[in-house]
């Protein structure tokens, strides 16, 4: 198996543990569970997911008992993603070439669909208990999530990237936005996956430390395609960040620069990991990924 | 001190835990942490929080440890608040005689402050291990509140409340939005402060029982209030309900006999405590004073 199949292997059981974990379509209040559903199951490379059962099995965790630890982290992604849609904020009306939640459903169910996925990721990592952990390191990850998505993490880059909307900003600022919005849950799954598999203090700051550059990295390239992609392969039109008067790395940098940059977080995030050697392959090949991703 | 006074006494700890556990109003970003205090602190009575301490100090627990799942309980409490006033639910204005959140801070901003909030009352429920609590109760909690604020819960209650807007509703759908709305929530708060005092099964079941018809009693009295109440007790208009097309109890049932209800579901709360005796004392004044209360 190539990476790529390996991530299509590791997205489809992550899909199938969400399908699980969510509450029935027709169970009711119906209309909610459809649209959380619809939301969840609207594409998506899994990839906090996946690198959480990864940094496990670097470690020589199982991945299966892992499961609702990456579900918990595509549902917080996932809620993210529906509220950051919202015409109170971004205002997007297509997402993965799908029309958005409130588009759908309406606001008041989107935000609310947002809402119950942000509460179930939580109750479901009371599953990781069933799935053999102690409660003491399912605990750790309850906290670290809870951290990546507050106000010094997910939150905060939310409310400075609105904040930032057709402000000039500086260089400190891009890079809080994009550390707290996207750098941030990639290093909490990094972690999760170390904290579930036992990891000592120093293989946990080399997975911490691989997160936060990928995601770096993954935000940097993420704006790239937003100039350059291709807008059947990214489900969204081109130049959002445009239009949404957004700072990118690009916008402040320029193309070349920001690819360069985006070579260089690559490049810290395999450093962090050298220490780990051959068993990180799947970590490896998804920091190289980054630099070719066209979606 | 008589009950009222006891109620203070509980609720000025539960806000100074509150201020202690709530970033600082100027820590970055301060737009957001300014809107979660404001909320927070716009007033309230700390039931939900005050009645987990309670529900532990009967079974012999003191509630200092405790103070971390009584503002946990408050801040859900308070988002849910903030979300079910936006201008998509039931633009609401005004909510204890102050602006509501997104009137002063804009919709962006409350809808990220009570995403917040949510997020860090899991986050708090970490602080009780620092209490000194074992991590397997205070997953227990997790997994409580989870499904209290849940669609089995909270969300699942305000999506059948925003459905039945101007609709005519039966009796069944009536209760069902009440118990899911109002009647969960405090289940919750009285199963936390018996589980983290590790109460027995039988225990258990009588706090759940109390919370779940104290929480009952407690929303057809705000139902009353609505048509009969004091505005500047209760800060806010009267006649809301009717202003957003809601179903209510007096609607339903008209005054008196909601009156009955209410009296009858403070009775059967009385009813499922009376094996705690007398050291239920908070929990019985709690469930006498919905029959007066003013606000």
Redesign the interface.
């Known amino acids: 198996m190539n990476w790529e199949q390996e991530l299509s292997a590791k997205a489809e059981v992550i899909n199938q543990a969400l399908d699980r974990y969510l509450?029935d379509a027709d169970s009711?209040?119906a209309?909610?569970?459809r649209a959380?559903r619809y939301s969840v199951f609207a594409g998506g490379k899994r990839l906090r997911g996946a690198l959480a059962l990864a940094a496990a099995e670097v470690l020589g965790q199982p991945p299966e008992p892992l499961l609702p630890a990456a579900a918990a982290l595509e549902m917080i992604h996932t809620?993210s993603l529906i509220?950051d849609d919202?015409p109170?904020?971004d205002d997007d009306d297509l997402r993965r070439g799908k029309p958005t939640c409130h588009k759908v459903f309406?606001?008041?169910?989107a935000?609310?669909a947002?809402?119950?996925l942000?509460?179930?990721a939580?109750?479901t990592?009371?599953r990781l208990?069933t799935a053999g952990f102690?409660?003491?390191p399912?605990?750790r990850v309850?906290?670290e999530?809870?951290?990546a998505?507050?106000?010094?993490g997910l939150?905060?880059g939310?409310?400075?990237d609105?904040?930032s909307e057709g402000q000039a900003i500086d260089p400190d600022q891009l890079a809080y936005i994009h550390l707290h919005k996207t750098a941030f849950l990639f290093r909490a799954a990094l972690r999760t996956g170390g904290l579930l598999a036992d990891a000592d203090a120093r293989d946990l700051q080399a997975l911490a430390g691989y997160g936060t550059s990928f995601g770096l990295a993954f935000q940097i390239t993420d704006d790239i395609l937003d100039l350059t992609g291709d807008e059947i392969l990214l489900g969204k039109p081109l130049n959002s960040d445009l239009a949404n008067r957004k700072a990118t790395y690009p916008s402040m940098y320029g193309l070349e620069q920001a690819r360069r940059l985006a070579e260089a977080q690559v490049n810290k995030a395999l450093h962090s990991i050298a220490c780990l050697g051959d068993s990180a392959a799947f970590l490896i090949g998804a920091a190289r990924y980054l630099l070719n991703r066209q979606s």
Request: no cysteine; charged share 10%; net charge negative.
């Open positions: 509450p009711q209040p209309l909610i569970h959380m809620y509220h919202l109170a904020m309406g606001e008041a169910i935000i609310l947002g809402d119950a942000l509460t179930l939580f109750g990592l009371g208990q102690a409660a003491e399912v605990m309850v906290v999530l809870a951290a998505a507050g106000t010094d939150i905060g939310q409310v400075v609105l904040e």
